[in-house]
């Protein structure tokens, strides 16, 4: 079982590299490049490799309170934040456009705003993983049923 880590050791408006986050943590450079690779977003890949103290507080916090949840899976594009973010209370709705596909409808877990994204029916299993998703009704072209067309 992976050992947990202190996120309170973290400071949000600071940025680190990999070894000083190893170095306060107390893992292992190999632990916090795992991260990374799990969906840590990092700064730069170029080197040094810079990780933004909320975004790694944030980390820690959502995989150390799921520990069997992949926290990345269900982030979605805001466009007012302009990066992934987890949506609010990993809440989501989604609305199938035709038998195998649909969207996902969520709010921003940062700012609140409305982000939408578009998946496969396929995914959602995995996706229900992470997070609570709501079956919608099918959208209609207009949002709103036709009335019967005059013959
Ligand atoms: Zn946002």
Not at 15 to 27: Q, R
Not at 91 to 112: H, V
Not at 126 to 138: C, D, F, G, K, N
Request: hydrophobic share 35%; net charge positive.
């Amino acid at each position: 079982m992976a050992k947990n880590f202190d996120p309170r050791k973290i400071r949000i408006h600071q940025s680190y590299e990999v070894g000083e986050v190893a170095e306060i943590l107390g893992a292992s450079e190999q632990t916090v490049r795992r991260w990374i690779s799990n969906g840590l977003p990092v700064l730069s890949f170029k080197r040094p490799v810079l990780i933004l103290g909320f975004e790694l507080k944030q980390y820690l916090e959502d995989v150390q309170a799921k520990p069997k949840r992949n926290a990345a899976l269900g982030a979605i594009m805001c466009m007012s934040c302009r990066k992934h973010q987890m949506p609010f209370g990993l809440l989501a709705d989604y609305i199938p456009t035709s038998d195998t596909n649909g969207r996902l409808m969520t709010l921003c877990g940062t700012c609140e705003s409305v982000c939408v994204r578009f998946t496969s029916k396929a995914s959602l299993p995995a996706l229900s993983t992470v997070l609570e998703i709501t079956q919608m009704p099918r959208d209609e072209p207009n949002g709103t049923t036709q009335p019967p067309a005059k013959t």
